[in-house]
Nanobody, 115 residues
Framework: QVQLVESGGGLVQAGGSLRLSCSASGRTFTNKAMGWFRQAPGKERELAARIGWTGDLTYYAASVKGRFTISRDNAKNTVYLEMKSLKPEDTAVYYC????????WGQGTQVTVSS
């Protein structure tokens, strides 16, 4: 069964940091760009960051640029999102998927930033 598994979320105070991880079982990210997406309560899912297969091409939403860093370890089939200087508006469920997104979404990992 193909499954994306996100982890690393939690409750953190504003200004804090978290590192999210995404791995896949039964599915590889070979030659695929990957993205971290997030969905805040009452809002649509949005792209926060994406990274090319070789890791040399990255994109960040304006709201996270300069604070978030996306990276990947292709040998481990894992994608990371390093989040610093977190703000309450970063509170959301965070998901990873290929970019453009395809296949089933994982459960996501909840990130809650308190003020």
């Amino acid at each position: 069964q193909v499954q994306l598994v996100e982890s690393g979320g939690g409750l953190v105070q504003a200004g804090g940091s978290l590192r999210l991880s995404c791995s896949a079982s039964g599915r590889t990210f070979t030659n695929k760009a990957m993205g971290w997406f997030r969905q805040a309560p009452g809002k649509e899912r949005e792209l926060a960051a994406r990274i090319g297969w070789t890791g040399d091409l990255t994109y960040y939403a304006a709201s996270v640029k300069g604070r978030f860093t996306i990276s990947r370890d292709n040998a481990k089939n894992t994608v990371y999102l390093e989040m610093k200087s977190l703000k309450p508006e970063d509170t959301a469920v965070y998901y990873c998927n290929t970019y453009p997104p395809g296949g089933a979404w994982g459960q996501g990992t909840q990130v809650t930033v308190s003020s």
